[in-house]
């Protein structure tokens, strides 16, 4: 692909998976040989670690007027073959950019969750303002097929100019698990990633964890958000405090993987849920709730188990079982080379050809 000029955006390096994923598309291309350029509105650094010296990184100030002038001056001084953004806010943000200056035809935005993951007003707006949205960037990216379908009939997204690419997997240095034995040699342990919101339902995975036969087992919490305390009152109130251990939010995780036996998802929707594949790519065995990424990335039950979501009782069951039986982890971890970085930034590569060759 011939080098491009490209200026990746989106609210901060903050710690969630799509700012994660940005900020690893955007090292990749530099690694490419692209020139990258990445505007955030406020500093942040969880995932700043994964955002290459290689890229320039530019901060518009947390206004959302300041950040839409900011955005606005920077595409007009640096004149990017093409700009992306990811998350609702920021996609707005940007299409407003790129209509002041004349940069519509060269904007892609793209989608890493519902309605209720983005739960802050205008983020909601952006939602609301789908249709228009894609109808004037050049195209709209999916990171699911169930998130595509969902845009698409939920919040008529153009279909036309709505595509799909699955998020890539990051992986540590640590070597994942080779065999079953190794993984029953570990410790009996859980663990669960993500943000502390309402539809992560993590008071519904310590419920669970309370039901489970295997009363040896631990459960490990990676991440951070607003309804920790309620979190935490469901751990005391199902008098599971001593096996319990909320870790916070890492950033490299990678450690906490080579400890668990397996990894648990208990989300009431997921658009993709990148945890999930950097599970299989550590071989871990999987349990999660049915929702559409993880059962994409699942393949619908091939690669780990799917329970129904809200179903404390099977999902107890299911944990038991795995954690009885985590299987072969090499399926697993050939499934995870499904999502990686380099396939990710060969189809953003082809959908930048695309938006800058067509009529």
Not at 256 to 285: K, M, P, T, W
């Amino acid at each position: 692909m011939t080098p491009r000029k490209l200026l990746f955006y989106t609210h901060a390096l903050a710690g969630g998976g799509a700012e994660r994923v940005f900020a690893a598309l955007a090292s990749g291309m530099a690694a490419r040989g692209h020139e990258v350029l990445f505007a955030v509105d406020f500093e942040a650094e969880e995932n700043r670690p994964y955002l290459s010296p290689d890229v320039r990184l530019f901060v518009l100030g947390r206004n959302h007027a300041r950040a839409v002038t900011g955005l606005a001056r920077l595409l007009r001084r640096e004149k990017p073959d093409v700009t992306l953004s990811a998350l609702s806010i920021s996609n707005l943000k940007h299409v407003l950019a790129a209509l002041l200056t004349g940069r519509l035809g060269r904007a892609i935005l793209s989608y890493h969750g519902y309605w209720v993951s983005e739960p802050q007003f205008l983020s909601r707006v952006s939602y609301a303002l789908t249709p228009f949205l894609t109808w004037l960037a050049a195209r709209t990216v999916c990171v699911s097929a169930g998130l595509k379908t969902y845009l698409i009939f939920h919040f008529a997204s153009v279909p036309g100019r709505t595509v799909m690419i699955y998020n890539p997997v990051l992986t540590g240095p640590l070597p994942p698990a080779s065999t079953a034995r190794e993984l029953l040699s570990r410790p009996p342990v859980l663990l669960a990633s993500g943000r502390m919101v309402s539809y992560k339902n993590l008071p519904l995975l310590i419920r669970a964890f309370a039901r489970m036969n295997r009363t040896d087992a631990e459960l490990l919490i990676l991440g951070d958000g607003p309804e920790r305390p309620a979190i935490e009152a469901e751990i005391n109130r199902q008098h599971v405090a001593d096996r319990v251990k909320l870790l916070g939010y890492i950033a490299e995780p990678w450690e906490i993987y080579a400890h668990a036996r397996c990894f648990v998802l208990s989300s009431d929707s997921e658009a993709f849920g990148l945890v999930v594949v950097e599970a299989l790519a550590n071989g871990l065995s999987v349990v999660s709730t049915n929702c559409d990424g993880p059962r994409e990335i699942l393949d619908r039950g091939r690669y780990g188990w799917l329970v129904p979501a809200g179903d404390e009782k099977a999902l107890a069951v299911a944990l038991d079982a795995a954690l009885d039986d985590p299987s072969d982890p090499r399926p697993r971890i050939e499934r995870a080379k499904s999502f990686s970085l380099d396939k990710a930034l060969a189809a953003y590569e082809a959908l930048i050809e695309e938006v800058l060759t067509r009529p």
